[in-house]
Nanobody, 114 residues
């Protein structure tokens, strides 16, 4: 399984970005897919996660601003990020968990300027 994240960039506070994560390889149904992020000098944290078509977890700090979704036909995960804040600046990683194995994408940088 390979995960390729894209869509990061530099945006001003209040702006929007949409991240995409394309999964390739053998993808089973009923897996967890999600987004994590890691800011400089901080631990990696969960942003949002889905099981099948349902959102099962979303960080309090992004509720009401970020939306996670997936297109199973394309094996693609999305993260719509609105009203971005400087504290959202981080490397965002796509994650997939299936059959007791974890897979990570290479990450995409999101930088929000004030």
């Amino acid at each position: 399984v390979q995960l390729q994240a894209s869509g990061g960039g530099l945006v001003q506070a209040g702006g929007s970005l949409r991240l995409s994560c394309a999964a390739s390889g053998t993808i089973f149904s009923g897996n967890y897919m999600g987004w994590y992020r890691q800011a400089p000098r901080k631990q990696r944290e969960l942003v949002a996660r889905m099981l099948g078509g349902s959102t099962t977890a979303i960080a309090e700090s992004v509720k009401g601003r970020f939306t996670i979704s997936r297109d199973n036909a394309k094996n693609t995960l999305y993260l719509q990020m609105n009203n971005l804040k400087p504290e959202d600046t981080a490397v965002y990683y796509c994650h997939l968990s299936q059959r007791s194995r974890d897979y990570w994408g290479s990450g995409t940088q999101v930088t929000v300027s004030s």
